[in-house]
């Protein structure tokens, strides 16, 4: 059964941790639901993990759309998330003409945005025009070079501080979750506290109301780096690596195809085709 809105809020209110997960294709979807996950989250990190870019700054619209599609046909019982890539949220109306895309045509149940108090008025309109909006502070990969690069945030006073503004704003402009990002667990366990919304965490400990990896990180898949806050849960690549390079034997020392993977056709049409031997 694919959950609600007021699912996750009663989730956070009886200490159910909210477990979400990345997808980005028809396969990956079915498995984080055959899995059980709460929320899958269609991230434009699949800028970097699926289409190989260094960040995730040139994701287009139509790249989340695509993506957003593959992944709803392959988890139709699961709520899904859509990051709003680089770009698409400037203003109010892109914001929500670009939001409106992505639930009517993508089929998403909510969007995500970077972002802390100064996005509230753009948070506020998608959430009064009915688009559900999951935030995300701290670590905000869009913008990472005005941040210094990939780095934790939140470490000194004045940008703890922020970060604690950047959670009340964005619970104001009626957020149903709050994502934080490679922030000290100590502060995002205040955030925790404070906020009646949701916090889903990467990189922010334990104390969050949920958690977030991407998928292939967490399996291997993507191995260009791996960051502190991932923690490995299967090994996908030697297996799928190997798997290729025993095809490629067999296809050139002629093993594959055997004969059970053939197709037959009867004696008597080769004959009317061809004629006898
Ligand atoms: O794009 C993404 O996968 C994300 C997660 C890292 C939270 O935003």
């Not at 090994?235 to 004969?259: D, L, T």
């Given at each position: 059964?694919?959950?609600?809105?007021?699912?996750?809020?009663?989730?956070?209110?009886?200490?159910?941790?909210?477990?979400?997960?990345?997808?980005?294709?028809?396969?990956?979807?079915?498995?984080?639901?055959?899995?059980?996950?709460?929320?899958?989250?269609?991230?434009?990190?699949?800028?970097?993990?699926?289409?190989?870019?260094?960040?995730?700054?040139?994701?287009?619209?139509?790249?989340?759309?695509?993506?957003?599609?593959?992944?709803?046909?392959?988890?139709?019982?699961?709520?899904?998330?859509?990051?709003?890539?680089?770009?698409?949220?400037?203003?109010?109306?892109?914001?929500?003409?670009?939001?409106?895309?992505?639930?009517?045509?993508?089929?998403?149940?909510?969007?995500?945005?970077?972002?802390?108090?100064?996005?509230?008025?753009?948070?506020?309109?998608?959430?009064?025009?009915?688009?559900?909006?999951?935030?995300?502070?701290?670590?905000?990969?869009?913008?990472?070079?005005?941040?210094?690069?990939?780095?934790?945030?939140?470490?000194?006073f004045e940008s703890a501080k922020?970060?604690?503004?950047?959670?009340?704003?964005?619970?104001?402009?009626?957020?149903m979750a709050i994502t934080l990002?490679?922030?000290?667990?100590?502060?995002?366990?205040?955030?925790?506290?404070?906020?009646?919304?949701?916090?889903?965490?990467?990189?922010?400990?334990?104390?969050?109301?949920?958690?977030?990896?991407?998928?292939?990180?967490?399996?291997?898949?993507?191995?260009?780096?791996?960051?502190?806050?991932?923690?490995?849960?299967?090994?996908?690549?030697?297996?799928?690596?190997?798997?290729?390079?025993?095809?490629?034997?067999?296809v050139k020392e002629q093993r594959?195809?055997?004969?059970?993977?053939?197709?037959?056709?009867?004696?008597?049409?080769?004959?009317?085709?061809?004629?006898?031997?």
């Amino acid at each position: 059964m694919r959950k609600t809105v007021p699912d996750f809020f009663k989730m956070k209110d009886e200490h159910e941790r909210i477990a979400m997960l990345t997808s980005y294709d028809y396969p990956t979807a079915h498995w984080a639901e055959e899995a059980n996950v709460d929320m899958i989250l269609v991230g434009d990190s699949l800028g970097m993990v699926v289409l190989g870019y260094d960040t995730t700054v040139p994701v287009t619209m139509d790249d989340m759309l695509h993506h957003t599609k593959a992944v709803r046909r392959g988890a139709p019982q699961t709520f899904v998330v859509t990051d709003m890539p680089f770009m698409s949220y400037p203003t109010i109306d892109i914001a929500l003409s670009n939001a409106g895309r992505l639930i009517k045509e993508g089929g998403a149940d909510a969007v995500k945005l970077e972002g802390g108090e100064s996005y509230a008025p753009i948070i506020k309109a998608l959430t009064q025009a009915g688009i559900p909006v999951v935030g995300h502070i701290g670590l905000t990969p869009q913008t990472a070079s005005q941040l210094g690069g990939f780095k934790v945030q939140g470490r000194d006073f004045e940008s703890a501080k922020q970060l604690m503004r950047d959670a009340h704003a964005l619970e104001e402009a009626g957020v149903m979750a709050i994502t934080l990002e490679a922030i000290p667990a100590e502060v995002a366990r205040r955030i925790t506290q404070e906020v009646n919304v949701p916090t889903i965490g990467i990189g922010a400990g334990k104390e969050c109301d949920g958690q977030v990896l991407v998928i292939h990180d967490m399996l291997s898949m993507f191995d260009r780096f791996k960051p502190k806050f991932v923690k490995t849960y299967g090994n996908v690549k030697p297996i799928a690596v190997e798997g290729i390079r025993q095809y490629v034997i067999e296809v050139k020392e002629q093993r594959f195809p055997g004969s059970e993977h053939e197709f037959s056709i009867s004696e008597e049409v080769i004959e009317k085709l061809y004629g006898k031997d």
